[in-house]
T-cell receptor
Framework: SAVISQKPSRDICQRGTSLTIQCQVD?????MFWYRQQPGQSLTLIAT?????????ESGFVIDKFPISRPNLTFSTLTVSNMSPEDSSIYLC???????????FGQGTRLTVV | GIQVEQSPPDLILQEGANSTLRCNFS?????LQWFHQNPWGQLINLFY???GTKQNGRLSATTVATERYSLLYISSSQTTDSGVYFC??????????FGSGTQLTVLP
């Protein structure tokens, strides 16, 4: 199993500002992902974080709004840029190893934009 | 992409009752997981079960991959079982696709 530390756990931000969320995994993993969970909804994939290259974004999500970095196999960041109240959500980092192994999640970042 | 449907969307039980949650998926999968999301938003891994049957205490799960469904059984439910239960699958793509969840409320 993998232990994933995500921070901050929660934040209240002013509209128009940006927040960077960090995700640290305790072991080397192949795949890292970022998900968004809007209030009362299920989880939606934002992007796959690729080591040393640009992230792969899902339809409806763009790099300018959600820039992602993954400088090594165990660390990734997600930035929520130019925030609006519609960005208020829980953001979750996920990781899994090779060959379709079990996926694990960080504890999430609860973001409120005012 | 793969579609995931969970039922029922909401379930209210008295403490001590048993329940069955269902997850249907639209294509063959190589990963299926059940999660419990607690009131603080954290996802707790319950089962990694792309096929077969597993049990962990009062919880058990069965996946019939050929018929594209999975069941999560909760026996002798407790108030601490309350929360949202998610089924998530992945196929040829490596990322998980989540169902809409089942909101479980266990009353004392």
């Amino acid at each position: 199993s993998a232990v994933i530390s995500q921070k901050p756990s929660r934040d209240i931000c002013q509209r128009g500002t940006s927040l960077t969320i960090q995700c640290q995994v305790d072991s080397q993993v192949t795949m890292m992902f970022w998900y968004r969970q809007q209030p009362g909804q299920s989880l939606t994939l934002i992007a796959t974080a690729n080591q040393g290259s640009e992230a792969t974004y899902e339809s409806g999500f763009v790099i300018d709004k959600f820039p992602i970095s993954r400088p090594n196999l165990t660390f990734s960041t997600l930035t929520v840029s130019n925030m609006s109240p519609e960005d208020s959500s829980i953001y979750l980092c996920s990781a899994r190893g090779q060959w379709d192994t079990e996926a694990f999640f960080g504890q999430g970042t609860r973001l409120t934009v005012v | 992409g793969i579609q995931v449907e969970q039922s029922p969307p909401d379930l209210i039980l008295q403490e001590g009752a048993n329940s069955t949650l269902r997850c249907n998926f639209s294509d063959s999968v190589n990963n299926l997981q059940w999660f419990h999301q607690n009131p603080w938003g954290q996802l707790i891994n319950l089962f990694y079960i792309p096929s077969g049957t597993k049990q962990n205490g009062r919880l058990s799960a069965t996946t019939v991959a050929t018929e594209r469904y999975s069941l999560l059984y909760i026996s002798s439910s407790q108030t601490t079982d309350s929360g949202v239960y998610f089924c998530a699958v992945s196929g040829s793509a490596r990322q998980l696709t989540f169902g809409s969840g089942t909101q479980l409320t266990v009353l004392p």
